[in-house]
């Protein structure tokens, strides 16, 4: 479990990787990544406009240092192709999330089974399908009220597929994760845990 120190390290970071992306800053040496951030970690940077989504993109696998994946999460997510690219002048008004993730465990189940197999509010989901894939955090599920069938059937439509394809498709592969999230409480403001009580704001 990562420390409430650790997630701000890990926000903060996010937060000079997207300033640089979006251009606040000349793009300058980091210190040499420590403790947690220098283990190999997934994680996702998600960037938000009040209660709007303005950019999430991360790297869903322990393929590198959580630095690294922080610094690619929050260039993508200011250039996610979803929306317009992130302007210097907005970033002073958007909020930084950070998820940092555990390792994908396979979920195999008959599709009948998977909505028993899913925690909502505890797992992400990411299916596979041929070249397809498709992936949603586990606090999306609960920021949208989905059952668990709306999940699976959410995380199809994110691989592209149909949303009852879990019901009956074959060769699709699913794997379950966890996410310790954290979050600025305003644009540049304190850090907490989300679900933990948010700290006063000036």
Known sequence: MLSIEDGKDAVRLARRHAEDAAGLARPKAHP???????????AFVTLWSGLALRGCVGVPEPTMRLADALREGAEGA??????PPVTRREMDALR?????????LALVCDPEELPQRILVGTHGLVVRHARAAGL?????PVEHGM????????TCRKAGLGADAWRARDGLRWSTFEAEVFEEAEPRGPVHRRGEERPEVA
């Open 96 to 104: 930084v999330e950070v998820s940092v993730l555990t390792p994908p």
């Open 136 to 140: 949603l955090l586990p606090q999306v």
């Open 78 to 83: 200011v250039r996610d192709p979803r929306f």
């Open 32 to 42: 040499a990544p420590q403790g947690v951030l220098a283990e190999r970690r997934g």
């Open 147 to 154: 059952t668990a069938e709306e999940f699976l059937g959410a």
